[in-house]
């Protein structure tokens, strides 16, 4: 009898490892990825995340298509111009950590296109399929519900 209880613990305790062994961590999702879907910037979102082993990250999101700025100047566009680059786009920096067992991301903001996120931290649901990486944004910068923001590994 006791052996078999000492071997149900060692079950246990390597079970237990085995599921630490697969939680996320800064390390496992490191890496560059690519926009696959994003509700607010339309069909083929534009732009770029990338998370550094270190805790680093960098977001970079636009819609596909927005029109130049006729002046040529990024200082000088019209009232128009500008809305649509603001409506279209977003980028934030900063560093990022892995909670939860590897469940949720936080962002730790320190700058962003979007004023009112800078300083902020921001923890979203995450999870890691292959190369397809998903996070929930619960209060989106443009408003409205929560959505789901996929990317995908680049190779």
Same mark, same amino acid.
């Given at each position: 009898?006791?052996?078999?209880?000492?071997?149900?613990?060692?079950?246990?305790?390597?079970t237990?490892?085995?599921?630490n /062994?697969?939680?996320?961590?800064?390390? $496992?999702?490191?890496? &560059? *990825? $690519?926009p696959?879907?994003?509700?607010? *910037? =339309?069909?083929?979102?534009?732009?770029?995340?990338?998370? &550094?082993?270190? =805790?680093?990250?960098?977001?970079? #999101?636009?819609?596909?298509?927005?029109?130049?700025?006729?002046?040529? $100047?990024? &200082?000088?566009?019209?009232?128009?111009?500008?809305?649509? /680059? /603001? !409506?279209?786009?977003?980028? !934030?920096?900063?560093?990022?950590?892995?909670?939860? =067992? =590897?469940?949720?991301?936080? %962002? !730790?903001?320190?700058?962003?296109? %979007?004023?009112?996120?800078?300083?902020?931290?921001?923890?979203?649901? #995450? $999870?890691?399929?292959?190369?397809? #990486?998903? *996070? &929930?944004?619960?209060?989106?910068?443009?408003?409205?519900?929560?959505?789901?923001?996929?990317?995908?590994?680049?190779?």
């Open positions: 009898m006791n052996r078999r209880y000492a071997l149900g613990v060692i079950a246990a305790a390597v237990a490892l085995a599921g /062994v697969a939680a996320q961590t800064t390390k $496992s999702i490191a890496g &560059t *990825y $690519s696959v879907r994003v509700e607010a *910037y =339309g069909d083929k979102p534009r732009g770029q995340m990338i998370l &550094t082993p270190d =805790g680093r990250y960098s977001i970079v #999101l636009s819609r596909a298509e927005i029109a130049k700025i006729t002046s040529g $100047s990024r &200082t000088k566009g019209t009232a128009e111009e500008n809305q649509a /680059v /603001v !409506h279209g786009s977003i980028a !934030h920096t900063g560093r990022y950590t892995i909670d939860d =067992g =590897g469940k949720s991301i936080t %962002f !730790h903001i320190e700058t962003s296109t %979007f004023p009112n996120w800078n300083g902020t931290s921001q923890k979203r649901p #995450l $999870s890691l399929k292959g190369d397809l #990486l998903t *996070y &929930t944004v619960a209060t989106p910068s443009a408003g409205g519900g929560p959505n789901d923001v996929v990317w995908r590994r680049v190779k």
